[in-house]
Nanobody, 126 residues
Framework: QVQLVDTGGGLVQAGASLRLSCTAS????????MGWFRQAPGKERTFVAA????????YYADSVKGRFTISRDSAENTLFLQMNSLKPEDTAVYYC???????????????????WGQGTQVTVSS
């Protein structure tokens, strides 16, 4: 089992920045893919960004590419999402997620992840 706790959301104006954190505990993150997803009211949960816990590859949704950066602190078992130049359409509940082991999924699919944080609300006003 992996436990995930998301923090860092808030209410900001368009153009501002926020950094989300996801602290993991329980089983190892080595070999897993970690992702950020978001869900706006009345909409499906969608992919934002992902990385392999070991390795350098990162993946982004087109809508956030160039504005958001996913990163990790392996020593602290913490995943981050730095969000810059925020837009009202970024408003959503943001969830971090961890894949199962062994990982055989697709990084941008909700079904590829087994463990989820509780979510943190990000609201961007215009």
């Amino acid at each position: 089992q992996v436990q995930l706790v998301d923090t860092g959301g808030g209410l900001v104006q368009a153009g501002a920045s926020l950094r989300l954190s996801c602290t993991a505990s329980g089983h190892t993150l080595i070999g897993r893919t970690m992702g950020w997803f978001r869900q706006a009211p009345g909409k499906e949960r969608t992919f934002v960004a992902a990385l392999r816990w070991i390795g350098t590859n990162t993946y982004y949704a087109d809508s956030v590419k160039g504005r958001f950066t996913i990163s990790r602190d392996s020593a602290e078992n913490t995943l981050f999402l730095q969000m810059n130049s925020l837009k009202p359409e970024d408003t959503a509940v943001y969830y971090c997620a961890a894949s199962p082991l062994p990982y055989t999924g697709t990084y941008n699919r909700v079904g590829s992840y087994s463990y989820w944080g509780q979510g943190t609300q990000v609201t961007v006003s215009s």
